[in-house]
C-alpha cells in the first residue's frame, strides 16, 4: 500500500524558508512513471500546483512560484522535499505530497496535508 | 496562462443528480481529472482521463469531456458526497492547472 506523509514546521516567520519533507513508503521513488509533486491550499482558496519532479529528469514548477520554489529527491530515504523562500502571509495554508502516474495523468495518492502558517 | 473555471457552488437534494462543470478553452484536447476534498480531509482521486474511475470510487460517479467543458456527474448523490471538487489538467504554457473548486452542498 503506497503511502505519503510530509512533515515540516507548522510556524514559518515572514521573509523565512518554509521547509517540508514527503515520506514515501510502498513504492520506491525511482520507479518509473511516477512524478512526486507538491499541491497546496492557501487558506479561504483552492488547489494551487507548486511543482513536481521526475527522479531522472529536471523540476517543473509552478510560473507563479518558481522564483522561490525547490523540489528534491533524496532516494536514500525515499523521500522528496519542497522548499519555498521568502515566504508572506500568502503562503499560508494547507500543503500535500501527492504521486503524478505519467499513465493516469493524475494524482493518485496523496498525504493527509501539512498546515503551515507564516506569520512575523 | 491557462484558466480553469467552475461554478463555485451547486446544491442538490439527496438521491438527485449533481452536475459539476470545468470550462476552458479547447479543454477537450486536454485530459481532465477530478478530485474530491471533504472538509478537514486531503483530495482523493474521482476520476481521471476525463472518464475513468479509480477503483473504490462509486459507480454514480461519472464524468465526460468534450469541446470546451468537462463534467463532473454525480448520480444518487448522497449526504457523504458533500465536499469541494477541483478539476485539474496539464497545460503546455502553464504546467498543471486546477480550477477554481466547486463546493456542493447536499441539502
Known amino acids: 500500500q503506497v503511502q505519503l506523509q510530509e512533515s515540516g514546521p507548522g510556524l514559518v516567520k515572514t521573509s523565512q524558508t518554509l521547509s517540508l519533507i514527503c515520506n514515501v513508503s510502498g513504492v520506491s521513488i525511482t520507479s518509473d512513471g511516477y512524478y512526486w509533486t507538491w499541491i497546496r491550499r492557501p487558506a479561504g482558496k483552492g488547489l494551487e500546483w507548486v511543482g513536481r519532479?521526475?527522479?531522472?529528469?529536471?523540476?517543473n514548477y509552478s510560473p507563479s512560484l518558481e522564483s522561490r520554489v525547490a523540489i528534491s529527491l533524496d532516494t536514500s530515504k525515499n523521500q522528496f522535499s519542497l522548499k519555498l523562500t521568502s515566504v508572506t502571509a500568502a503562503d499560508t495554508g494547507a500543503y500535500y505530497c501527492?504521486?503524478?502516474?505519467?499513465?493516469?495523468?493524475?494524482?493518485?495518492?496523496w498525504g493527509q496535508g501539512t498546515t503551515v502558517i507564516v506569520s512575523s | 496562462s491557462y484558466v480553469m473555471t467552475q461554478p463555485p457552488s451547486v446544491s442538490v437534494s439527496p438521491g438527485q443528480t449533481a452536475t459539476i462543470t470545468c470550462s476552458g478553452d479547447k479543454l477537450g484536447d486536454k485530459y481532465v481529472s477530478w478530485y474530491q476534498q471533504r472538509p478537514g480531509q486531503s483530495p482523493i482521486l474521482v476520476i481521471y482521463?476525463?472518464?475513468r474511475r479509480p477503483s473504490g470510487i462509486p459507480q454514480r460517479f461519472s464524468a465526460s469531456n468534450s469541446g470546451n467543458t468537462a463534467t463532473l456527474t454525480i448520480s444518487g448523490t448522497q449526504a457523504v458526497d458533500e465536499a469541494d471538487y477541483f478539476c485539474?489538467?496539464?497545460?503546455?504554457?502553464?504546467?498543471?492547472?486546477f480550477g477554481g473548486g466547486t463546493t456542493l452542498n447536499v441539502l
Open positions: 482521463q476525463d472518464l
Open positions: 485539474l489538467v496539464w497545460d503546455s504554457g502553464t504546467a498543471w492547472v
Open positions: 519532479m521526475y527522479p531522472t529528469g529536471i523540476p
Open positions: 501527492a504521486r503524478w502516474v505519467q499513465l493516469r495523468q493524475a494524482c493518485d495518492v
